[in-house]
Each structure stands twice: as structure tokens, then as C-alpha cells.
């Protein structure tokens, strides 16, 4: 019987990142691999990098080298490269970081068993060669369903789609190994996802899409992740099934653009349809919506994502600026008034809803007029999350082509200044929702200094790791995972304290039920 290996992923970068990393991890038990948390313990270490700032890339490039100490110390034999970073740069991350025993593509996710065996039994496996992705999928949205052979990083499933589907009322069963390793998908049923959790908490992402069709002129995304391409209604139903039987008790859809989903199903209005159903999902308490776009968003939309239940009111539009000089040259549309108006409309709709969005400063030709527009629609906007992020060049980019660049010290005295007043006025945001009564997803219960019990948990307007928590001021009868009435009493900067005022539904049970929970 050959040596059981074992494999540890360490993922940067956002939550598809770590979809994918949660498929490659179900692609590597499926073939006798053991996954392990930490690296030190692990034959190969597999880091799923990040390419999107420069920020990111040094931590990737910080994480790789970390990995690579770990073969000094005799267990870890491999350090393997993977994700954007990986597949944007691929021989010349190799060749730049000789660390690495291995930097693979997404084209090489299907065959990760394989790659990676070859690497840890001395082989060496050609690094990946990066091509513009966007140039692998037809041009038109309406004829990329049918292409085939193209890597889509979490999209996978157990087995290919049996031919052309009905893309909205279509589940496929199709035959699965019974003998799967304990946390892959069912033996039985629609569709079930090649995917291993690595995180047992009670909130997971479920990719909603891949790629992106804008071209924003700061944004190499396209070039790495391809064209904008939508995953079958009736696959992303069935993974959100599968990790209601896991235990998640929150899904977080994302993509590069959720608002653009089902164009190339033939129904721009799709995720209309399917925000209902998945909310339906039994074991699901809450669903959210990541990554929209201002310029996408439809009346529809707004209706469906602030009245329906279960489905989070939360808005994260990335709106990047608002002076219309710099967003037109951004390639991108709208302004300060036209932003307003359409957060005025989901808040007419939603007195409660969550709003968060990331803006550029010192974007090429930004002046100062277009900052202190930036400024007017910041202190109106009355944004619960905000993240700034000072210009850099990307690579491959039309901005980075641009003549008119401002000096690195006014980028940075920008970036300080606009980080300082977010941090103000999100403060200010959560103070606003003092007395609110809110339903919370408690996500931690555990010791706080060693002495007390701290609770902690994250209301509809919250998102994982980019937004504030709600901290209860008692974790008595409070456990990962239960969703709680929660009345805000105070405040800590951007995070909520709450005092817990019960299990939504409550006030219809018994007090023998009760007791019995």
C-alpha cells in the first residue's frame, strides 16, 4: 500500500481564494491525500496566492518563503505555488522565487494529485506559462456555457455536466465514488460539489461565477481569471445544500461580479430567481450577496435583496471614486448625486441594510477638487465598512500606461488622510445604530483573557474578515452557529455590543420547548 502523503493549503487573498482552495483540498482527499492545518506538518505545502495589489503579492511572496523555512526544519518536503498570483506570473515567479518547487496554473488544478506527486518524488514539472485568460471563452457571453476545456477554479463537481442543460431548472444526478473520505460531498443527490471544507465555522462562500467583462482601467483581474462566466443555478444550489448538511448556517455568494450572474445563461435577471431558493435551503439562515456593481444594479434586484427573508440586506458596490473625471477615467460610470440616489432607494427600501464599498485614491489625473468630491460623497454616504487603498501601477493595465501621475507623497498623504476620516465616519455609522434590534449568526464562543467567556458574531449589515462583529456583552447560552435577537448597547469603533435578547421565534415557543434546546 503506498505511503499515505500528507498536504496542508495556506490561502491569501479573498473568498474565492479560499473556494478554491476548499476544491483543491476535496480534488486531493478524493485521491488519498491527508489535508493537515499546518504547514509544519505537512509533506507539501500548497500556497494559494494572491495577485490582485502589490500589497498582496509581497504577502504571497512573504508566505512562500515562510513555507520554504519549514524545510529546513525536516517535515515539509515541497512548497508548491498556486492561485492568482501563480497564474498571472507563473515562470517568472519561478524563476524569482527558486524557493518555490513548484508554481501550477489554474489549468493544472484538475491534475493537482498528479503535479504534486511529481514534485514531492523530485520531478519537476514545467511552471506555468500565463496567457491572457479573457481570449479562452468566446466573445460572446451567450456561447460560453458550451466551451469546453477552460479552468474555472471552483466550479468543479464530481463529474462533468452530462450536455447541454436548461440552465434554470435543470438538477443532473449523476453517478459519485460511495467511498469518499469524511467531508466531500454525498455519494447521492443533485450534483454535489468536489470540495473539502477547511474551515468548520458556520459561514462559507459558494462561487457564484468567474472572470469579469469590464475593463476598469486599473484592473489586471480580467487578464488572470478570464471572461465573465456563470455557474449553473442548479450546481449552486446543490453546493449550498451539501454545506447546509456540513453545518453552515450563512452562504456568501461570490464572483468578480455577482450583478452581471446569468447574462450567459440567457437571463440577466437570474439571481432574481435563485436568491429565493437558496434562502429556502433548510439548515440556511442566512444568504449574502458580495461584489455588486453601481452601474448593474437593478430595480429587481434591490427588491429582492431587501425583502426577502433570509437574504441579508447588504450592498457591497464597488464604487472606487465618485468624481466623474476619475471614474470616467477608471472606465467606469456614475458620480457623487447618482450614488447617493441609489443608496437613498435601498435605504428607502431597508432602513437597516448594510452598505460597504473600496475607493482608489490617487488615481492618475486626480486633482484635488476630485478628492474633496470624494470627501463630499464619503460624509454622506453613511458607509458601514470602507477600505482605501492608494494607487499603484499594475501590470498590463491601460492606467499604467497613463502619463499624468501624481507624486508618491501626496498618494500617501491622500491615503492617510481618507483612512483617518473612514475610520471617523464608520465609527460614527455604528454609533447610529445604538438601540437597533438585530438578528446576529454567533460565530465564536470561547475564552477571551482566560478568565471570561466572550461571544462574538456578525449581524446581516457584516460581512466575514472586510466588516465589523458584534460582540456580546454574555456568552451565556450562546453557541457557534445560532442565530439571536440582539439589541445594540454600545459600540467599539466599527464593531457592535450587544446584549442578547433571544432565538428569533422565540415568542411562539413554549417554555418546555425552550428548555429543551
Not at 523530485?122 to 481570449?135: N, Q, V
Not at 442566512?286 to 437593478?298: D, G, N, T
Not at 477600505?387 to 501601477?393: E, H, I, L, P, T
Not at 491601460?398 to 465609527?427: M, P, Q, W
Amino acid at each position: 500500500m503506498p505511503e499515505r502523503r500528507t498536504v496542508a493549503l495556506v490561502t491569501l487573498g479573498c473568498a474565492r481564494n479560499e473556494v478554491d482552495s476548499e476544491e483543491l483540498a476535496g480534488r486531493l482527499a478524493a485521491d488519498g491525500w491527508e489535508l493537515v492545518q499546518d504547514a509544519s506538518d505537512a509533506d507539501v505545502a500548497v500556497v494559494n496566492t494572491c495577485g490582485f495589489v502589490e500589497a498582496a503579492k509581497k504577502d504571497s511572496v512573504d508566505a512562500l518563503l515562510e513555507a520554504n523555512d519549514l524545510k529546513d526544519q525536516g517535515r515539509t518536503q515541497a512548497v508548491v505555488a498556486v492561485g492568482c498570483m501563480a497564474e498571472r506570473y507563473g515562470k517568472e515567479l519561478a524563476e524569482a522565487l527558486p524557493e518555490a518547487d513548484g508554481v501550477l496554473g489554474f489549468d493544472d488544478y484538475a491534475d493537482i494529485s498528479d503535479r504534486l506527486r511529481t514534485i514531492l518524488n523530485g520531478g519537476i514539472h514545467a511552471s506555468h506559462t500565463p496567457r491572457d485568460r479573457r481570449k479562452l471563452l468566446p466573445l460572446s457571453p451567450v456561447e460560453r456555457q458550451s466551451a469546453a476545456g477552460v479552468a474555472l477554479p471552483g466550479h468543479g463537481d464530481l463529474s462533468p455536466a452530462p450536455g447541454p442543460v436548461n440552465p434554470v431548472n435543470s438538477v443532473d444526478s449523476v453517478p459519485v465514488p460511495e467511498d469518499l473520505p469524511e467531508g466531500l460531498a454525498p455519494a447521492s443527490g443533485p450534483r454535489a460539489p468536489l470540495r473539502r471544507r477547511l474551515d468548520r465555522g458556520p459561514v462559507a462562500s459558494v462561487k457564484l461565477a468567474s472572470g469579469c467583462d469590464r475593463r476598469c482601467s486599473f484592473c489586471a483581474i480580467p487578464s488572470f481569471r478570464g471572461s465573465f462566466i456563470s455557474r449553473r443555478p442548479s450546481d449552486v444550489l446543490g453546493e449550498t445544500r451539501w454545506l447546509a448538511e456540513q453545518g453552515v448556517k450563512e452562504v456568501m455568494l461570490v464572483s468578480e461580479n455577482n450583478t452581471s450572474y446569468g447574462k450567459d445563461l440567457g437571463d440577466i435577471r437570474l439571481l432574481e430567481t435563485l436568491l429565493p431558493e437558496l434562502a429556502a435551503v433548510d439548515g440556511i439562515e442566512r444568504v449574502r450577496v458580495s461584489y455588486l456593481q453601481p452601474a448593474e444594479m437593478r430595480p429587481g434586484l434591490i427588491d429582492v435583496l431587501t425583502s426577502t427573508p433570509k437574504v441579508a440586506p447588504y450592498f457591497d458596490l464597488s464604487f472606487q471614486h465618485s468624481a466623474p473625471g476619475v471614474l470616467r477615467a477608471m472606465r467606469r460610470f456614475g458620480d457623487t448625486d447618482r450614488f447617493l440616489e441609489l443608496l437613498d432607494t435601498v435605504r428607502s427600501k431597508a432602513p437597516q441594510a448594510g452598505v460597504r464599498s473600496n475607493f482608489i485614491v490617487g488615481f492618475p489625473g486626480e486633482s484635488e477638487a476630485d478628492f474633496a468630491e470624494l470627501e463630499r460623497f464619503l460624509t454622506s454616504a453613511r458607509l458601514d465598512a470602507i477600505g482605501v487603498f492608494g494607487y499603484s501601477d499594475e501590470d498590463g493595465t491601460e492606467a499604467a500606461t497613463y502619463a499624468d501621475k501624481l507624486d508618491g507623497d501626496v498618494i500617501a498623504e491622500r491615503l492617510a488622510h481618507l483612512s483617518r476620516l473612514a475610520e471617523e465616519l464608520t465609527a460614527q455609522r455604528a454609533e447610529e445604530r445604538l438601540g437597533e434590534t438585530l438578528e446576529v449568526l454567533v460565530e465564536s464562543v470561547g475564552a477571551d483573557d482566560g478568565t471570561d467567556e466572550a461571544a462574538v458574531g456578525r449581524a446581516a449589515h457584516q460581512a466575514p474578515e472586510t466588516d465589523g462583529q458584534v460582540i456580546f456583552t454574555s456568552a451565556v447560552g450562546l453557541r457557534p452557529g445560532r442565530m439571536v435577537h440582539a439589541k445594540v448597547v454600545g459600540t467599539e469603533g466599527v464593531d457592535l455590543v450587544a446584549e442578547c435578547l433571544g432565538l428569533p421565534g422565540d415568542e411562539d415557543r413554549s417554555p418546555g420547548e425552550e428548555a429543551g434546546r
